[in-house]
């Protein structure tokens, strides 16, 4: 499918009602598969750095950035460089970790990618969401890609004084924060994966600095 068009429910993951297994586990490791097949052909010229596929539990998340830390450096990149990375590495995990739906077993099939390639990095992340956050989703995406940088710092500013920000366990910030770092370097798609499950997919682009 193609990715090229970042909230869904701020609340609490509710436990779905079915369980990701089968021919519904299959297709989004299919989907995962394939990107990193995409990541490291010959044409693409990328470097896979680091994947994985399944849970993100508090050590997970910790380990991933200390490996990222180390694998920007190594490259021969800046320390800056590694900032952005991380910066943003954060924020997708946060995405994932805070909002990604888990099915009836509690598991969170979600994934994360990291590449390098000539003058970048990107980061790819999927996580499952609930079928009815689907259309508020693609619509929260498609206003956030059509705002320009003036206005995605307005509209950042705007959500962090909001009353409501606490409460509602992030309001938004996190996908608005990730367009707005990446300068809307930012592509997305959403595959269905029943009537109670959909997978939401970001590709994301961080420059190298000079």
Do not use: W
Request: proline fraction near 1%; hydrophobic fraction near 40%; glycine fraction near 6%.
């Amino acid at each position: 499918m193609s990715l090229n068009r970042a909230n869904h429910n701020s609340t609490s993951p509710r436990n779905g009602m079915t369980s990701i297994t089968g021919q519904k586990l299959d297709a989004l490791k299919a989907i995962y598969h394939d990107l990193i097949s995409r990541v490291i052909a010959a044409d693409n010229n990328g470097t896979l750095l680091f994947s994985h596929f399944g849970d993100f539990d508090h050590s997970k998340i910790e380990s991933t950035i200390k490996l990222m830390e180390s694998a920007v450096i190594e490259s021969g990149d800046k320390r800056s460089t590694m900032k952005r990375v991380c910066a943003m590495l954060i924020e997708l995990l946060q995405n994932i970790s805070i909002h990604g739906t888990r099915d009836r077993n509690g598991h969170m099939n979600s994934y994360l990618v990291v590449a390098k390639f000539k003058g970048h990095y990107t980061l790819y992340s999927g996580n499952l969401i609930f079928s009815d956050t689907v259309k508020p989703l693609t619509e929260r995406m498609d206003s956030l890609m059509q705002l320009d940088a003036t206005a995605l710092r307005k509209l950042y500013i705007e959500i962090l004084c909001n009353e409501e920000y606490s409460a509602q366990g992030g309001a938004g910030l996190g996908l608005v924060t990730i367009v707005k770092r990446a300068e809307r370097h930012v592509k997305y798609d959403i595959d269905k994966i029943d009537e109670h499950f959909g997978f939401f997919r970001l590709e994301v682009d961080v420059p190298v600095a000079q």
